[in-house]
């Protein structure tokens, strides 16, 4: 025993009781080992101290099976060892805390900003969350993470910016410029976030339900079950954006041929909204007049609105039914009907509202 664990003592003349400390990468660990009277090795007690414990975690499994295995005490603590070394390289239990000099230099970062700029510190200063608002008056959170090689590490920064966003960073850098390069980058996006809260102001936005700052699609309500999705270039923010249309044929074909039309009547002085509403010529249905659920319609098979994450994209093309069905719903449904019939990627059938002819046409993802 003493050859391999010498800091493990036994604590009486039975030898049921141990204590002392195990020792790996130039570490010791606390441990206490208490065998039952007939010195089965597999009911032993044994108590860590919570960096082993730590250390140990998800390992359990594993201990227990060789507890039940091993000889006896000595060869268990080989085990163990083995075990310890393996976990010790899973985690960063062994890394070292950061020198006195880094909390002296962050510290001297934070007076130089303001502590007032911050939202939030944890209780090792590892993280730090600023909060910056722009020139809209949009507030911002950033998530800093310092590893305890800062200054001379740049610390992860975690944005909700459309853009990839990274830090550039010289051991001479501070808390300061981070936060300039973030309120930079923020003005350069004022634009598209402009653009956007106008959108979500007026408008009925489908999907996202809601948005991150980060979040560059918005599908918007226009009534008669049909929909426009957008996806605005953070970088462009006043060009046409990408368009796609959700909706009967019969609502959804005439908007296409406008914009095709009227593409030449965007104009980038406008707002965004401003257009889409003249390029479209429609008026999007009124936040002040209609309820969302107004636009969201339950598919007419399942009755649900989101069927895993899928919402209700297909549409009956009958002007007077315009019913919404889940992808797969309707799949199921066709595939049931006796005078459905498949070509290739279509499914031609009846809708189950109106009895009059709908196709689906299946994407490849699940069928
Ligand atoms: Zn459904
Ligand atoms: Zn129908």
New binding site residues.
Partial sequence: MLRHCPLLLAQDLHGRVYDGFISLQDKDFRLRIILPADLQLQNANIQCSWQLKKALQGYQQILRQRLQHSADLPSFMMELKTILEVALKNTNILQTAPAPQYYSCLLKDIEDLGWDKLSFVDTDFSTIQLKIEDSSGREHLVTLKLNSRYPNEAPECNVDFPIPFAVSWTPQSSLQNIHNQIVSTLESLKGFWDALDEIDKNTWVLEPEKPTRSATLRRIAIGNNSSITIDLDPRHPTMLPECYFLGADHVVNPLREKLNCNIHLWDPENGLLQNLKDVLEIEFPSRSHLEKADFSM???????YR?DSAI?DQVCDDPRCGQP??Q???YEWLRGLPSSRQSFNVMYGECPYCNKPITLKLSNKKY
Wanted: aromatic fraction near 14%; include cysteine.
């Fill in positions: 339950d598919c007419g098979i399942c009755y649900a069927l209700p069905f889940h797969a719903c309707l």
